[in-house]
């Protein structure tokens, strides 16, 4: 009688290491789902700000560099300049003194209601509403303005503080041999106004230009009213202490200089 031997059983074989990579790119891919549906989520209830932070960061992870978010503030109208809160309130006693002046030439020549005067924490800004300076589609400064232009004009020429001058516009479509569009007919009004001021000894070196087109309205196109009020211009008297040069919207190096000085 033969008696069969036992053959040893077998153990059982592993899985080599590299037959499990696909372990690996199931759960980046898991994991790149999850970040995606958080991501959806959170755009679900988007905000600009919370939609500018989010784009920087998604383009410094892709990039491979750090991820550094700044907090983007939404505005109507772009401040001018982005002012650092250290040194906002430097030269108030200037600023009084100056918006006082300005009031005062307002008052004097009829104009409160056509121009507003506001205080600012880095300077004085002076609104020009109601079609006081231009008439529909045009750049050229009406006569009613040239007064009031001239007073506030001799005020500024005695301080060194750089101006900004901003240009508006309504909605109504422009395409002419002068102005292709309504940013074109904005930039037009406030270089009008600077080209005004600068033939009255006001400094070109003070001053910089913005044209905001129609995309700034200080009141609804829906009227003829309001479409007066839009075709504006913006001018804000900085304090002494902003170097013009470095002095662009939302920009953080806008910083002053020490205090007392001019640009």
């Not at 696909?22 to 905000?47: E, G, K, P, V």
């Not at 700000?49 to 892709?62: H, I, S």
């Not at 529909?136 to 005695?158: F, H, N, R």
């Amino acid at each position: 009688m033969k008696i069969k031997s036992k053959q040893p059983e077998e153990e059982p074989k592993m899985e080599s290491a590299g037959s499990m990579r696909w372990l690996l790119t199931y759960s980046d891919m898991i994991t790149l789902l999850l970040a995606f549906f958080i991501i959806l989520y959170a755009l679900s209830n988007i905000q600009k700000n919370k939609y500018e932070a989010l784009v920087q960061a998604l383009r410094a992870a892709f990039n491979g560099h750090q991820i550094t978010v700044t907090k983007v503030q939404t505005h109507k109208r772009a401040p001018y300049p982005l002012h650092n809160q250290a040194h906002q309130n430097t030269g108030t006693t200037q600023a009084d003194k100056l918006y006082n002046e300005l009031e005062n030439v307002l008052q004097k020549d009829g104009v409160a209601n056509e121009i507003t005067i506001t205080k600012l924490p880095y300077g004085i800004n002076m609104i020009f509403l109601n079609g006081i300076l231009f008439q529909e589609g045009q750049a050229d400064l009406d006569a009613q303005a040239l007064k009031p232009l001239t007073d506030i004009g001799q005020v500024l020429q005695a301080i060194p503080n750089a101006i900004v001058i901003q240009g508006y516009a309504d909605d109504l479509p422009i395409n002419t041999p002068v102005y292709h569009s309504n940013w074109d007919l904005s930039a037009m009004r406030a270089a009008r106004v600077a080209d005004y001021w600068m033939g009255k000894g006001i400094a070109p070196t003070r001053m910089m230009l913005e044209g905001f087109g129609q995309w700034s309205p200080f009141a609804s196109n829906a009227t003829e009213a309001g479409r007066a009020q839009n075709r504006a211009v913006s001018v804000v008297v900085l304090n002494q202490n902003f170097i013009l040069r470095n002095t662009t919207v939302g920009s953080p190096s806008a910083l002053p200089q020490s205090s007392g000085g001019s640009p």
